[in-house]
């Protein structure tokens, strides 16, 4: 499909997802109200829609912020289409901007994606990469093994993937991550970054 065409195709679906292409599925509200319109008579179009994002999204040589925008508006839509396609591009390897967009649909679509994928990115070379993939960890509840990873980026050369590791940690309560962030905590300059880590900590202890 030629980019102009993709381009058109895009504009004229994302509003059927009730959002804007930089709003996509970070809305929570937006999937309520997808549902009660799929439910009524717009689901063709919805399914067309769907389709129509899919092949976008898919599209090797398509515009690559028209292919995010199309993941998010995926993301947003739902469905086994979206679900199938952020599945088949989890295998496939892509540029940072579309790993970012496929982790934040992983979240959004709450998908159980094998839990390596998400640890893999964890470890990508690029720190927006690796902030989605600590992101969504927390977004999904890490448990288990999971909490390695997030002990691990504790130490992330990125301070906002270190940030992302720590409320990531609080919310999981995760107990083998105490040592690391009390120890953190005497240890940095930065006040704001402290207080996210007392934060943490008062998360895993108290409550």
Known sequence: MPPSVSALLLTLLLPIAGLSASASAANPRSHDQLRRIERGTLAPVLQIATSALANIATTPGADQPLRCDAIRSLAALGGDIAEQT??????????????????????????????????????????????????????????????????????DVDHRVQTASVKALGAAKARPALPQLIAMAEMTMRDEFRRDILAAIKQIVLE
Do not use: C, N, Y
């Open 86 to 155: 952020v599945e088949k591009l989890a295998e496939q390897d892509l540029s940072p901007e579309i790993i970012v967009a496929l982790i934040q649909a992983v979240g959004s679509l709450e998908l159980a994606v094998s839990a390596e994928q998400l640890v893999k990115h964890a470890l990508h070379p690029a720190p927006e990469v690796r902030l989605a993939a600590i992101e969504t960890l927390g977004l999904l509840g890490a448990t288990g093994d999971l909490i390695r990873p997030l002990i691990s980026a504790l130490a």
